[in-house]
């Protein structure tokens, strides 16, 4: 199926460039080609005389709303970016510990190893990822420093935690302004396929469970849809940013809590 990115001519000028805009621009993808089809069938309809059948009927338009780029992406997918890359940091720590975690283990175990022996040092998938990540981000964070002419990234070659999270820290507080940028509008996409594949390392699959939140259609039908990378009503469609769909897990729990205090108040003997 198409991305973001190979739909953007379809979408109206000044669009967002996020996933936001994704179904909007199938849709409009979808219409296209079938006013292909349509007029193929017409040319079909005149060659065959033309009065014979009923003229075929013209698809109709899809009502569609892109919503605006402020200047490439909206404040929600900024957001979402944000999120996803400070959780990089997060994930990629978790899956750190729980590859040392299997090493400490292998080692304790002795494996029958004899002194002397040399041992080949095993690299995990895990650590392979990590490594790969980072490389990424501090590729991200150089081209930004050289499209603005800042001094090189400080670095003593290493490619561990700490650099990482300096990395991540770096874009996160420049984000809103990188991503005005048109050479940077891959990043969305980037943190989101980086995000998919640590968490599929962990074994942490979103979209597979149903979240608490009950839309303002009035259905609690939201479920993180993994492509876009937002969440959304399956009822109406709505999309939730990962901040305000947990903003609005946050909120609707406490009103349930103060919903349960009033009913214990009332049963109160008097
Ligand atoms: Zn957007
Ligand atoms: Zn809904």
């Known amino acids: 199926m198409p991305d973001t990115a190979q739909l953007q001519p379809l979408a109206p000028a000044g669009s967002c460039r996020g996933s936001c805009n994704l ?3 199938r849709a409009l993808a979808a219409h296209r080609q079938a006013l292909e089809e349509h007029a193929d069938a017409v040319d079909r309809w005149y060659a ?3 009065s014979e059948q009923e003229f075929p009927p013209e698809p109709e338009a899809p009502r569609v709303r892109f919503w605006p780029g402020n200047p490439l992406f909206c404040g929600r997918c900024v957001a979402n970016a944000r999120r996803t890359l400070l959780d990089l940091d997060v994930l990629a720590s978790q899956l750190a510990a729980t590859a040392d975690g299997h090493r400490g283990r292998a080692a304790d175990a002795g494996e029958g190893r004899v002194s002397g022996t ?3 040092p095993s690299v995990s998938p895990v650590t392979d990822v990590l490594d790969r990540l980072v490389g990424d981000l501090f590729d991200v ?3 930004w420093r050289s499209l603005r002419g800042y001094p090189g990234r400080p670095s003593n070659g ?3 935690a700490h650099p990482r999270s300096r990395t991540i820290g770096w874009l996160a507080e420049r984000l809103e302004d990188i991503l005005a940028h048109e050479d940077m509008a891959g990043l969305p996409r980037q943190l989101s396929n980086w995000d998919r594949v640590l968490r599929h390392l962990a074994k942490d699959d979103r979209a597979s469970t149903n979240s608490p939140v009950r839309c303002a259609c009035g259905e609690r039908n939201v479920g993180w849809d ?6 959304r009503c399956r009822s109406c469609g709505t999309l939730l940013n990962q901040d305000e769909h947990d903003h609005q897990v946050h909120e609707q729990a406490d009103a349930a809590e103060a919903r349960a205090g009033q009913g214990r108040a009332t049963y109160q003997p008097v």
């Open 158 to 160: 290493g490619r561990g």
């Open 226 to 231: 993994d492509e876009l990378h937002y969440y």
């Open 48 to 50: 065959a005389g033309g």
């Open 141 to 143: 964070e150089d081209e």
């Open 118 to 120: 040399k041992t080949r």
């Open 23 to 25: 179904r909007a621009a």
